[in-house]
T-cell receptor, first 117, second 114 residues
């Protein structure tokens, strides 16, 4: 079946604008993750959704960042008042959550490359 | 705090040569260790993982990794590299298998010459 998809693949925006990044997880996967990959950095965990539980937002770098997941499927990551340091590749992953935790493989999307001018 | 170090930012090898990518972790107890590969324009793909048991782990695409507790290392190896292995490789660690958070290293970019 289809893998994790993300849109747009590339986004260029001006400093101060808001952006929305979309993630479509693999059908049936209940866990969804957002990561940020900045130049020269590893992947940085941002937020995690599991079913109807409250999301783990502990990785969000500031209150300009928020995410929601509608109907337990599609997720949107919103960055308000973008700054140049927000430029990065934003990766989404989903997992089936059959065993729990990292025992379930995370399947990654191709990412959205965000450039803030 | 947990951390993962990949000391080599960029490695170049000839096709057919052997490969070893280094990964060191910092964590007191036995961590749960992963290697992912990211090909250009692709998402990350899991190569292999170590949770317990045999310290030599076999993965996909002919890769293997060895967990060495004494050296806090989990190095990735392949005996003969193919041009299609050119990609970025990430080591990751989780403090327990019940956590949902992976901590990633900064990656090693592999270039393969014909």
């Amino acid at each position: 079946g289809a893998g994790v998809s993300q849109s747009p693949s590339n986004k260029v925006t001006e400093k101060g604008k808001d952006v929305e990044l979309r993630c479509d997880p693999i059908s049936g996967h209940t866990a969804l993750y957002w990561y940020r990959q900045s130049l020269g950095q590893g992947l940085e965990f941002l937020i995690y959704f599991q079913g109807n539980s409250a999301p783990d937002k502990s990785g969000l770098p500031s209150d300009r960042f928020s995410a929601e997941r509608t109907g337990g499927s599609v997720s949107t990551l919103t960055i308000q008042r973008t700054q140049q340091e927000d430029s990065a590749v934003y990766l989404c992953a989903s997992s089936p959550r059959t065993s729990g935790g990292v025992r379930d493989t995370q399947y990654f999307g191709p990412g959205t490359r965000l450039t803030v001018l | 705090a947990q951390s993962v170090t990949q000391p080599d930012i960029h490695i170049t090898v000839s096709e057919g040569a052997s490969l070893e990518l280094r990964c060191n972790y910092s964590y007191g107890a036995t961590p749960y260790l992963f290697w992912y590969v990211q090909s250009p324009g692709q998402g990350l793909q899991l190569l292999l993982k170590y949770f317990s048991g045999d310290t030599l782990v076999q993965g996909i695409k002919g890769f293997e990794a060895e967990f060495k507790r004494s050296q806090s290392s989990f190095n990735l190896r392949k005996p003969s590299v193919h041009w299609s292995d050119a990609a970025e490789y990430f080591c990751a660690v989780a403090r327990s298998y019940n956590t949902d958070k992976l901590i990633f290293g900064t990656g090693t970019r592999l270039q393969v010459f014909p």
